[in-house]
Nanobody, 122 residues
Framework: QLVESGGGLVQPGGSLRLSCLAS????????MGWFRQAPGKEREVVSC????????YYSDSVKGRFTISIDNAKNTVYLQMTSLKPEDTAVYYC?????????????????WGKGTLVTVSS
């Protein structure tokens, strides 16, 4: 089970930190990722991190502004978002991969959270 938190309303240029707590069969998790879906658009990749070696991936749209991190002791993955833009407005979803697929993509993820809404607006 995955539960996201930390979403909310923020002004352009502001920051937010999202959290995703994993529970249940956490020992099988090989990587965790963040995805988002803006109103009227398809869900897209934001970032992923390997739970073993900490290797990260970022989409071009967030590279340099967002930072993904993982605390294995707390079974939690974080997404620190800075320099937020109105186009970052979306529902952000956490997901996990248990098979060790070496790609950050929606179709390899095995479990999904229900999402947390981030709104960037003045």
């Amino acid at each position: 089970q995955l539960v996201e938190s930390g979403g909310g309303l923020v002004q352009p240029g502001g920051s937010l930190r999202l959290s995703c707590l994993a529970s249940g069969s956490i020992f099988d998790i090989k990587s965790m990722g963040w995805f988002r879906q803006a109103p009227g658009k398809e869900r897209e990749v934001v970032s992923c991190i390997s739970s073993g070696d900490g290797i990260t991936y970022y989409s071009d749209s967030v590279k340099g502004r967002f930072t993904i991190s993982i605390d294995n002791a707390k079974n939690t993955v974080y997404l620190q978002m800075t320099s937020l833009k109105p186009e970052d407005t979306a529902v952000y979803y956490c997901a996990t991969d248990e098979d060790g697929d070496p790609v950050c993509a929606m179709d390899v993820m095995d479990d999904w959270g229900k999402g947390t809404l981030v709104t960037v607006s003045s």
